[in-house]
Each structure stands twice: as structure tokens, then as C-alpha cells.
């Protein structure tokens, strides 16, 4: 990997001062169910996202982890403007994105990038490296000419690693890992500050994985960008994330610094979700005690009353759990869940119980297929 | 887990299990499949062909989990595809043997394989949504395995499906027998998936991915199932994957592939301690541990699959190792085998310098 000179990058190095770059408050995507023949009827709401706060300070790393369905890549793309949030307030460098009009929303994406998942869907299949670089630029305007810009280009390929021929050629003809190099060169040659990226590695052979993983480490440290890292892979976000969030069902349950996290998970999800990852050592798999949830994420268009997770819990108790939806507190310093019996669990007073799974029918089985009117032609 | 009963009293059919033995007549001290040598070599009209599988070699014991682990195009799913003789007849050719309880699977005709698949031999496969019948209800789905290989009626099939899907840990089965593949949540699909295979409590499974496509929590219940069943019914399990963490809960030889070609067979715990292969200890460091202390740099393996070297030429690997030395271009590295502790391996220069006690075996 070609390690490159940055110094006169666009973006230049920011100072990381800890100042919040991004202030999420209340935060809330709703997707309506519509129902009926020639009418669309709501009949109920998909709560992708149901009321988050969190706050990425600048020039660190903020990793989300949570199984499929929680929201976490809504909460990505809400962030960034992508889906219009339901209610709520983002916040990014002073400037409130969510009530922002269109052409000063455009001109805030420049500092705000994103990069996917699948770099191969992704990326235009008949545009060349080049014109697919040279879009973003010419869409903001930066660089006043040709040469400038191909000299931005230039850099931004040797910040990734890829060779200076890849400019003339096609997606198809790179790797999965040079695409995803292509995907982060996309997002990084308008200079943002904030990257999300949603499962930036997912996609990848394993030892792939470790290149773009220490890729991205080496550009934070020059370009001191700001990251929201999405992945389902908590081994690997607590590699590169400074503070993890853990999502389930639309809501934060947990939030701590990545290495508290690990050493102390709190709410009953994480340590779940924790002892879930396969470790690649035989001694400690052998070793370590597992705690299996019992049944599926229920469907977030008819949570679970109180607790959204009392229907999986290990924990669960008769009261409060059911009726009492808990609020995400700081039970440790810089340590944030939301449950009630946090304390109890971490002194060991209440034992997890084996769960049978409870029949929960999801009211979303007959909505999942929302019948429009196009459907009549 | 709570969810699926796992005294062997509630195996469905528990008490063919004894008489087995006698009837299928299983020869001691021979390995249940035997692989040798097997190639498959993709041939395409007007294109170079491709060798996908190139000489690869293992044993699986009875109840034995035997672990096939590499990347994407190392040819571990090309390897199961050839010993079920699920590959297409045209466009490839596949050398070698796979001796199955007496029987060279890649000898066998179509009516004979089709008896042995689904009843000595399941697959389980990745993604549960595209190996099921979209429009056909689960229950006829499992019920079809039942009535085919173990001759029930369909009064009885429907009853054992309910029983096996009872015992992979789905609630209601009655109800669900009725749904279709999309009205179930992803890991209930493998479950059923895993319902089917064992229907006919096979001597061999083998299990391709079969929790790549689902979620954490759900993989390890899926695991956990998967050991259950084949703890209790003494079923021997190729487990194919290419996640390490999986290898390490679960198998008990593992054989690491690279470019259609064992690099490395060794037993899961030497496996991990001290890996010889270079591409070994190049997967295990590449991979992001929660156990261990943050911070440290992941060491990559350098470039990607696609730079290799094509076998007759030297190390595949080579292009991308750091162990590189001369002697591994020109000719293609031998397996050598270490007598104590025993593992095989492909590599002239390997990590832990290899003891007198050599022999090289191909």
C-alpha cells in the first residue's frame, strides 16, 4: 500500500479538538405502511429509527453495530440528509441539516460524504475511474481547472493506493478491494470532514478487509477526517471506532468508549451480541459461555411494548420491563445504556434465564407487501 | 439453548439410530469420505480453462467435523459441489475420487447419487431464500425428503416434519409447515434449511457458509444447532467457511485452501497456536479480534486473490507473501508432512521451522 503525501490535500488537517462535529437529538424515520386499492392508506408506521441522540465529536470515530433491521443504516442516511428524517435535529458543525433548503443542503454534502457498502452497485458500470472521480468535483465546483482538477484526482488516488492507470479504466476490471479503494476515493476528493461509512467492509475477503480497515485508520490520521462507521461486525468496529453505539429496534441501547465497551457491556443486548462473535481462537471458544437469545428481532412496525428488547432478554423481569420504555442514562462515565435493571445485572444480583421464544406474530406480515395503486395499470 | 431439545431421546426417528450401523454396514478404521486428488477444471468455449479445484486431498471420519476454510475463489464450494456431483456435466471436468463409505461418489451413476443425496450425504446450503422453493410450502418441502428417501406416507411425513421442525428449534411448527419460505425470517429459513438435511439423519453433512448470510445472534444459535445435531446423532460435518472465528468453535480438522489447492491441514488447536502455512498466519492476522487490546495495526495480506501464480509454476501464494524466497518460484511447493505434531503443509519456508522428521507425500 503506497503510503502518500497529503500536504496539499483540499482537505487539510483539522485540528481534533474534541468539539461535537455532529449533534443528533431525537431522532426519529418513520416509514408509513400504506394500504388500499386506488388510495394509499397508512396504516401504520415502520419506526426505523425511533428517537437517537448521539454526538460524534470531531476527528474521532463513532462506530454503530446492531443486527440487520435495526436501523442503523437508516440512522446513516438521515443523517446525511439521504431519507428526510420524521423529527428530530441534526446537527452538523453549528449548522441544522434537517431544516436546511435544498441548494445549501447540496453545498453542506461536500463536507459530509458517504461510502457503501457494495462497491461493484455502487459505482457506474459504463463510467470510467475518472469521470466518476471528476462528477463529485465538477458538481461543487471545485477546482478551477482541468488540470487542477486531474492533480486532485492524482492525490486522492495515491491516498488510497491505487495506481495512477486505474484513471482510464472500468469498475469491472478492479477487485473488490481496489472498488471499495475507488468507492473511499470518491468520497474523499471533495475533502469532506465527516464520512459515513455503511458497512465499509462487509463485502470483502477477509484479508482484503485488513487493508481497507487500515486504510481508513491512515487517512483519519492524516486528512483528520470525522467518522460514522455502520457495521454489523462488532470485532471490527471496535477496531477502528473510538466510541460504539449498540442499535437494536431503532433505539441506542448502549454507547460507550470501544474499549468499555468490550471490557464492561452493560445492557443485556451487547453482551449478548458480544458473546455472539466467533473468536478465531479454539482455547478461548472452547472456553467462553455463550448466551443465545432465543427468536428473531420483532418487526419494528409493531415494537414490543416497554423494553424493546423484554421479548429476547435474558434479563427480564416481571415488573417494568413490559410497561417502561428505558431511557438511555449514564450509568458509568462516558457510559450510556438504557436499562432498568443495568446495575443489578452488573453486580450479578439478577441471573440470566434460559427463554423459551415467544410466539410474537408480526402485524407487518400482511404490510410487508404495501399495495399501491401502480399495481392496478 | 432452550430451544431445541437436545437429549437424543426426542431425535426424531432415535431408534433407527442404533440399528444404522448394522444395516449400512460401516466399515471401522476406514475414513467415512475419502477425497483424493480431486480436480475440476472449468472448460469454456473459447476461453483459457480454469483449474478450480487442483488436487486437493482429506479424509472425514465418522462424526468428525472437518473444517474447508479460504477465500472467495479458493475453491472450497467447487470441492462440495463435486463430491454431491452437483456440477454441471458440460464445461467441466473433474479428476480424482471421493470414496464414500466404499463408493467412489464421482464414479456413481444418476440414480444411485440421487439415492445417496438427501439420505447418506446432505448440503446445507448459504443462503436459505434461493435453495427453497418460493412456492411451495416449507412442510411439502420437508415432507418431499420423508416420502422419498424413507418411503412415509404423506400422513407420516407430515408428522415427523412437524417433529423435525419442532427439533430445529421453530415454534409452531404445525403453522409453519403451511408457510412459505418468505413468511419465515432468515434464520428460521436455515433452520428448515437444516430440518430438511437431517430428515434422513445422513452420515455426512456439509455445510457450505451456512451462516455468512445472517446475523450474528442468529449464526450462533444456527451453530449451536448444528453441533447439537451432530453431537447427538453422530453425523459427520464438512463445515466450509471462510470465517475463522466459526472454524475455531467448531471443527476438528481444519484444512485451509488457496487457489484450489490445500495449503495447510492441521487439528484446530496446533491449527491456531502455531500455523506453518504463510497464508495461514496471514488470515489470522488480518482478522479484527474483540480480545484483543485495540490499537494494534491488522497486518494485512498485501494484494489480493487475484495475484497468483498459476501452481505449475511455483507457490500461488507467493506474489503475496512475505516468507517469499527463490525456492519458491519455478516449481510448485510439495505437501509435507510433520510427523509430531501431525499437520500437513504447502510451503518451502514455512513459519515455524520444520523439524528432522519430514516426509513429503505428493
Not at chain 1, 475507488?182 to 470532514?193: K, T, W
Not at chain 1, 427468536?295 to 419494528?300: C, E
Not at chain 2, 450462533?220 to 470465517?243: P, Y
Request: overall charge neutral; aromatic content about 4%.
Amino acid at each position: 500500500m503506497t503510503t502518500a503525501t497529503h500536504d496539499s490535500h483540499p482537505n487539510e488537517s483539522r485540528p481534533s479538538d474534541g468539539a461535537p462535529l455532529l449533534t443528533v437529538r431525537d431522532l426519529s424515520v418513520y416509514f408509513p405502511i400504506t394500504r388500499g386499492l386506488l388510495f394509499d392508506r397508512v396504516v401504520g408506521h415502520v419506526k426505523a429509527v425511533d428517537g437517537v441522540d448521539l454526538t460524534i465529536a470531531r476527528g474521532s470515530t463513532y462506530g454503530l453495530v446492531g443486527e440487520s433491521g435495526c436501523g442503523k443504516s437508516t440512522l446513516g442516511r438521515a443523517i446525511l440528509q439521504l431519507v428526510p428524517p420524521t423529527s428530530g435535529s441534526v446537527r452538523f458543525d453549528g449548522v441544522e441539516l434537517t431544516t436546511l433548503g435544498a441548494q445549501p443542503l447540496r453545498a453542506m454534502r461536500r463536507r459530509m460524504q458517504m461510502i457503501f457498502q457494495d462497491p461493484m452497485s455502487s459505482l457506474d458500470p459504463r463510467q470510467n475511474i475518472e469521470s466518476i472521480l471528476t462528477e463529485g468535483l465538477s458538481a461543487h465546483g471545485i477546482g478551477a481547472s482541468r488540470a487542477e482538477r486531474r492533480d486532485i484526482i492524482a492525490r486522492t488516488l495515491d491516498a488510497v493506493g491505487l495506481p495512477q492507470w486505474a484513471l482510464s479504466r472500468y469498475p469491472h476490471e478492479f477487485s473488490g478491494g481496489q472498488r471499495q479503494r475507488i468507492g473511499i476515493a470518491r468520497a474523499l476528493v471533495l475533502g469532506p470532514e465527516l464520512i459515513v461509512a455503511d458497512e465499509p467492509v462487509s463485502a470483502l475477503d477477509v484479508s482484503i478487509q485488513a487493508q481497507v480497515l487500515n486504510l481508513l485508520d491512515e487517512l483519519q490520521a492524516t486528512l483528520g477526517l470525522t467518522y460514522l462507521v455502520i457495521a454489523h461486525d462488532l470485532a471490527a468496529v471496535r477496531h477502528i471506532a473510538d466510541v460504539v453505539g449498540v442499535m437494536y429496534l431503532g433505539t441506542l441501547v448502549e454507547e460507550a468508549a470501544s474499549d468499555d465497551l468490550y471490557a464492561q457491556p452493560l445492557h443485556p443486548y451487547t453482551r449478548a451480541l458480544m458473546s455472539a462473535v466467533p473468536v478465531p481462537d479454539p482455547e478461548v471458544e472452547d472456553r467462553r459461555e455463550r448466551i443465545l437469545l432465543a427468536g428473531d428481532l420483532p418487526s419494528p412496525a409493531n415494537p414490543p411494548a416497554g423494553c424493546r428488547f423484554h421479548t429476547r432478554c435474558p434479563w427480564v423481569q416481571p415488573t417494568r420491563c413490559r410497561d417502561e420504555r428505558p431511557q438511555l442514562v449514564e450509568h458509568r462515565p462516558g457510559h450510556r445504556v438504557a436499562c432498568h435493571f443495568v446495575e443489578d445485572i452488573a453486580s450479578g444480583r439478577l441471573q440470566p434465564r434460559q427463554r423459551e421464544v415467544e410466539l410474537v406474530r408480526p402485524v407487518a406480515d400482511t404490510a410487508d407487501v404495501a399495495v399501491g395503486p401502480d399495481v392496478l395499470v | 439453548m432452550s430451544l431445541s431439545t437436545s437429549d437424543s431421546a426426542t431425535w426424531v426417528g432415535a431408534t433407527s439410530a442404533g440399528a444404522r450401523g448394522a444395516n449400512r454396514g460401516s466399515r471401522s478404521g476406514a475414513p467415512l469420505l475419502e477425497v483424493t486428488d480431486l480436480s475440476v477444471t472449468f472448460t469454456p468455449r473459447e476461453a483459457p480453462a480454469v483449474a478450480a479445484v487442483d488436487g486437493v486431498s482429506f479424509t472425514v471420519d465418522e462424526g468428525e467435523v472437518v473444517g474447508l476454510v479460504g477465500e472467495s475463489g479458493c475453491g472450497k464450494s467447487v470441492t462440495s459441489l463435486a463430491i454431491m456431483g452437483l456440477l454441471p456435466r458440460r464445461g467441466v471436468q473433474v479428476g480424482g475420487r471421493a470414496v464414500f463409505a466404499g463408493q467412489d461418489l464421482l464414479t456413481l451413476g444418476d440414480a444411485a447419487l440421487r439415492d445417496i443425496r438427501g439420505r447418506e450425504i446432505a448440503m446445507i446450503f448459504q443462503d436459505p431464500l434461493s435453495s427453497l422453493n418460493p412456492v411451495v410450502p416449507i412442510g411439502v418441502q420437508v415432507a418431499e425428503v420423508l416420502v422419498r428417501h424413507r418411503k412415509l406416507d404423506r400422513a407420516q411425513a407430515r408428522r415427523e416434519s412437524a417433529e423435525l421442525l419442532e427439533r430445529v428449534g421453530i415454534p409452531d411448527p404445525q403453522r409453519r409447515l403451511r408457510e412459505y419460505p418468505h413468511q419465515l425470517s432468515g434464520g428460521m429459513r436455515q433452520r428448515a434449511l437444516i430440518a430438511m438435511a437431517v430428515a434422513c439423519q445422513p452420515r455426512l453433512l456439509i455445510a457450505d457458509e451456512p451462516t455468512t448470510a445472517l446475523d450474528v445472534t442468529i449464526q450462533a444459535q444456527t451453530l449451536d444447532l448444528l453441533k447439537d445435531l451432530v453431537r447427538s446423532s453422530g453425523t459427520a460435518l464438512i463445515m466450509i467457511t471462510h470465517d475463522l472465528g466459526v472454524v475455531a468453535g467448531m471443527c476438528d480438522t481444519v484444512n485451509v485452501l488457496y487457489a484450489g489447492r490445500v495449503v495447510e491441514t492441521a487439528e484446530r488447536v496446533p491449527l491456531f497456536a502455531n500455523p506453518y502455512h504463510p497464508y495461514t498466519v496471514g488470515l489470522l492476522g488480518s482478522i479484527p479480534r474483540l480480545d484483543r487490546a485495540r490499537g494494534d495495526r491488522l497486518t494485512p495480506i498485501p494484494g489480493s486473490v487475484r495475484d497468483q501464480l498459476p501452481w505449475p509454476e511455483g507457490c500461488a501464494f507467493a506474489p503475496r507473501c512475505d516468507r517469499r524466497t527463490d525456492a519458491c518460484i519455478g516449481r510448485p511447493p510439495q505437501l509435507t508432512r510433520v510427523v509430531v505434531p501431525p499437520r500437513t503443509h504447502r510451503c518451502v519456508n514455512p513459519v515455524v521451522p520444520a523439524p528432522a522428521t519430514l516426509e513429503e507425500v505428493s
